[in-house]
């Protein structure tokens, strides 16, 4: 044998090696898991609340609230409806809403509670930013006008 043929099976072998090992670390860092998430839907658990505070008034002056009313919340049509007693002067709402969007919300004071309640005075579709996995508080309380 050469000292030529020695040298090139020593460079062959070593060539294969080399890329033998190569291939031992992409493979390794293959199987490290990593993925990139790139969806931009919020996280699985992203419920969120809403806490609101009122305030009733007649003729621009702040008065109690009449007698028994209570104040419903009303979220995106129905999906989420709340009551709170209007002597309370705020609520949150259970945290079942979805976080990272707007929902429209609608607040009602109610005579009471009953089937034949009236609405005293009423706030409709008022857009809400709400957070993920918050309780989103509302800038300013609710004014329930009692004044027609």
């Not at 062959?12 to 199987?31: D, T």
């Not at 839907?41 to 003729?59: K, R, Y």
């Not at 008065?63 to 989420?80: E, F, K, L, Q």
């Not at 089937?115 to 005075?121: N, R």
Request: proline share 6%.
């Amino acid at each position: 044998m050469t000292t030529d043929s020695k040298t090139r099976g020593f460079v062959s072998s070593g060539w294969k090696r080399g890329l033998a090992v190569l291939g031992l670390v992409v493979a390794g860092g293959l199987m490290q898991g990593c993925i990139i998430e790139s969806s931009s839907s919020p996280p699985a658990n992203c419920d969120s609340a809403l806490t609101i505070q009122w305030m009733v008034t007649e003729g621009g002056v702040s008065v109690a609230c009449p007698a028994g009313s209570i104040v419903t919340v009303m979220v995106d049509n129905s999906s989420m409806i709340v009551d709170f007693p209007c002597t309370a002067h705020a609520g949150t709402t259970p945290a079942t809403l979805t976080g990272n969007v707007t929902h429209n919300v609608s607040f009602y004071l109610m005579s009471d509670n009953t089937s034949a309640a009236q609405t005293l005075s009423k706030l409709e579709n008022v857009p809400v930013p709400v957070g993920c996995g918050v309780t989103q508080q509302l800038s300013s309380p609710v004014e329930f006008s009692l004044t027609p």
